[in-house]
């Protein structure tokens, strides 16, 4: 019996076990998020890419705001989620926040330094926690954003935090991009970490398992961490020296069962044989990052994160919705918004870093571009002001009644509506999604020429300029939904 007969009846014998026990929903949980992370010098455009569908299950709102920098008194404290406290620095840099009211650990960011952070689940098998006052969990990647001029320097930042407090989550790694370069902050429950720079000239990708490997902290310019993190593995039992196998921190840190999980493995084996110039197997011991082929644009990760591992072993059976399947897709059933940071060094910085976003479907709604200068965010998109959002992230209830006008509440009943049979509602979705990028990315280039000129001349008027072009994009994006709701229902 050859390999392949082989692997093929493991993953059958795989998937009517898991549809025996139960829906993949329930198996799943909520751990469907999804990154990729490109180097500077691994894509055409020259630039550091941050990819990320957002993955959270149930009627979850959206909101977009601009939070201003600010100036704090000497002596104010942030009081962290569970009573724990830290001391404000005088002045924290304005960013573009990415909400979804009363969750942990779903919120994106973008800063005026082009810093762009969001994360993936990653559960650890580590049961002994260190945990002081609760620890930190939501605020690490807001403090983060605050703070940080670099992405390097927010790694920094999380180890301190991380260190003093202790995490409160079972693990998670954190994707952290500038404009210069990228890393992955890999998260244990309890006061361990360990980060790692993704080369210029390559790509990584993550699903919800650990993909650090091999470390070495002696290397100061591509790794980050506890200095305790091999000991620690020792002590537990995780890692015996005694083998003659090299340290792995994803073998001792990681839930073995996330390793080569259903949920997991074939987004990533997918996305990297999407991009890399070496393609793997399921069998393979993936790479943290890898070699890409030749002509990788930001289209193409667009194209990524659409995927429902079509023309792979692991593409769905399901003849009315592709999201639905054992094998989790990259594009998922759980998806709440896509987006790519484009993060660029060589433009004045409201138009340098772009949060290219498909809201709720990467598959069917376009990447729409809200530059990092937009300050007049539509009604429709926000459900109050950035203080009072603060103040109550966590103490929203019946959301959805307090805002069923909001703009998101339509791009999620149009996925739904197209779910029940997507392959023959969702041509119109697609044919516009398509003409609307190529518009898009055509006139992009005289759109910041003329903000650039605009600029040089009269600051205000370049700044009113950006808002316009911004409003009109993303008002068009929310009346192309209405109109496909008006057809399909």
Not at 85 to 101: C, D, F, G, N, R
Not at 121 to 146: H, M, P, T, W
Not at 185 to 203: C, F, S, T, Y
Not at 429 to 448: G, Y
């Amino acid at each position: 019996m050859n390999n392949k007969i082989i692997y093929l009846l493991s993953q059958t014998i795989i998937l009517v076990f898991i549809s025996m026990s139960t829906t993949f929903s329930q198996f799943n949980d909520e751990i469907e998020c999804f990154s990729i992370v490109a180097g500077k010098s691994s894509n055409i455009d020259s630039t550091v890419l941050l990819a990320h569908n957002e993955d959270d299950w149930g009627d979850l709102l959206i909101n977009w705001y601009k939070v201003p920098a600010q100036d704090h008194e000497s002596g104010e404290k942030v009081k962290l989620q569970y009573g724990a406290a830290t001391p404000q620095v005088k002045h924290t840099y304005s960013y573009l926040w990415i909400e979804m009211p009363g969750m942990k650990f779903s919120d994106s960011y973008m800063n005026e330094w082009g810093v762009t952070i969001t994360s993936d689940q990653c559960k650890s098998r580590e049961d002994k926690a260190e945990i002081v006052n609760g620890g930190i969990g939501y605020f690490l990647r807001r403090l983060i954003i605050e703070r940080a001029k670099t992405a390097k320097e927010a790694v920094r930042i999380a180890g301190k935090l991380i260190e003093s407090f202790g995490y409160n989550y079972s693990g998670r790694t954190y994707c952290i991009a500038d404009p210069n370069e990228a890393w992955m902050l890999a998260v244990v429950k309890g006061k361990h970490w360990i980060a790692q720079r993704i080369p210029d000239n390559e790509i990584a990708v993550i699903a919800n398992c650990y993909t650090i490997d091999k470390i070495n902290l002696s290397d100061t310019l591509n790794f980050l961490g506890s200095r305790d993190i091999v000991d620690y593995a020792i002590q537990r039992g995780w890692y015996n020296p005694g083998t003659g196998k090299e340290f792995s921190f994803k073998y001792a840190y990681a839930q073995p069962e996330t390793i080569n999980a259903i949920w997991n493995k074939p987004r990533a084996m997918t996305a990297i044989n999407l991009l890399a110039k070496n393609k793997v197997g399921y069998g393979d011991n993936f790479p943290f990052s890898f070699e890409p082929i030749q002509g990788v644009t930001k289209q193409k990760i667009m194209q990524v994160l659409a995927s429902h591992l079509e023309g792979t072993d692991f593409e769905s059976c399901n003849t009315k919705n592709p999201h639905e399947n054992i094998a989790s897709r990259v594009c998922s059933p759980g998806n709440q918004y896509g987006f790519v940071a484009e993060l660029r060094n060589d433009l004045p910085k409201q138009i340098a870093n772009v949060l290219w976003i498909a809201i709720k479907r990467p598959c069917t709604q376009a990447f729409i571009p809200w530059y990092f200068g937009i300050t007049d965010i539509p009604d429709e998109f926000t459900y109050e002001n950035w203080e009072s959002a603060i103040q109550n992230h966590f103490s929203r209830k019946e959301l959805k009644n307090k805002t069923k006008d909001k703009a998101y509440w339509k791009y999620k009943e149009l996925s739904d509506i197209t779910d029940k049979d997507y392959f023959k509602l969702t041509g119109l979705l697609k044919k516009n999604k398509s003409l609307t990028e190529k518009e898009l990315f055509e006139n992009r280039t005289k759109f910041e020429k003329t903000f650039i000129d605009l600029y040089n001349i009269d600051k205000n008027k370049a700044m009113q300029y950006l808002n316009l072009f911004e409003n009109k994009i993303i008002n068009k994006s929310l009346n192309d939904t209405k109109y496909a709701l008006e057809l399909l229902k």
